[in-house]
């Protein structure tokens, strides 16, 4: 018997829709939430991040995979939506299951307040004992404004809910350390450390929108919260159960032993950059600890347009990702605070304040196991 937990299931396009017809697949349907059931006759919270509305509304808007543009897709997705959805809610029925659809956007997990409020509600919808569906609100965000694929909002989902382990479905067997076409390549049964593979990673899906770069960030963000993302091709059987028991290959990325925080690991699980800052290495040697605000006096340069409360990435001197924090003043209270380093803060904005850019309470530095962003040109 497995214990009791929270199981996100992230299912890819390429499960969900016929390559050619683009038409729902019924036969993968049943067996999936045939293996729902059981994993939930077992006492598992079940919760599903499927895509699969792009593909099967390109048909509808005369467009195919190749052809399709971004407003394409947008429609697409609209279009599909209702296919897909229903396809679960025909197939649950058969299995006495309810379903519910929650569709999200960037903002819902980038935002605090917002994170909390969808959190509520697929807590909500657990309780009552119906199976969430999540997928991205496609039809209604725009490049800048999305998360973009399922496998990092699948993550994202898991770390809302404290889930213990991640399936992310898909139509290979799990990781290589390279293209899984070398006649060399070797399966990787276990990742610990993500970054040792991120370079072997990659090539995309031709349905979907991730590829197995994005899955190891997942799998880098759902490790850091506690949660086992397990790797796996969808066409089995028993698709879940059989990954859990460790019937079938699969690639299995280690949750961290001492998992971060809620808040901690909101900070630091970020799906897009709101803005950096440079500090000197010093300054982030400092930071290391945890206990040193960055000051007004610390910063060297910085990127973006922000508000107060977004996550900055602090950058040191040679440009190397050191910490993540939330900002307490927006970008231009930022710029006027250091352009004028001898008048003090109050003077400059009007209200009291200590000036501290972010404090120490919410400045989180990065260990040595999370996957780093790149400077942004402006303060590389
Ligand atoms: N949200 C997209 C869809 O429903 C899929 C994104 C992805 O493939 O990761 O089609």
Known sequence: MIDKRNIVIKIGSALLANQDLLTPRFGFLQRLMEDVTRLRAEGHDVILCSSGSVALGLRIVGET????????KQAAAACGMPLLLNAYKQVGHEFG????????TLDDFEDHRRFLNTRNTVHRLLEAGVIPIINEN???????????????L?????????????????????????NPDDPDARFVPEVDDVSEYMAATQGKSTLGTGGM??????????????????IAQGEADRPLSSVLSGERRATRIIANPNPRSGWDSWITNRLQMAGSLCVSNAVADALDGGARSV??????????????GDVLHIYDG???????????????????????????????????????IIRSANLVPLDTRHLLWDAPEAIA
Do not use: H
Not at 97 to 104: G, K, M, N, P, T
Not at 154 to 178: F, H
Not at 213 to 230: F, R, V
């Open 65 to 72: 995979p190749e052809t399709a543009g971004v407003s394409d």
């Open 97 to 104: 299951l309810e379903i519910a659809q929650v569709l999200l």
């Open 138 to 152: 496609d039809s209604i965000t725009t490049e800048e404004i999305r998360v973009g694929d399922n496998d990092r």
């Open 154 to 178: 699948a993550a994202k989902v898991a770390q809302m809910i404290g889930a213990k382990d991640l399936i992310i479905l898909t139509g290979v067997d799990g990781l290589y350390d390279r």
């Open 213 to 230: 770069a994005t899955k190891l960030q997942a799998a880098n963000m759902a490790q850091e919260a506690g949660c086992t993302t397990w």
């Open 295 to 308: 000051r007004r006096e610390d910063v060297i340069s910085m990127d973006g347009d922000f508000t107060r």
């Open 318 to 356: 040679k440009g190397i990702e050191r910490a993540r924090g939330l900002s307490d003043f927006t970008s231009e209270e930022i710029r006027v605070l250091t352009n004028n380093p001898d008048t003090a803060a109050e003077q400059l904005l009007g209200y009291r304040t200590r000036g501290e």
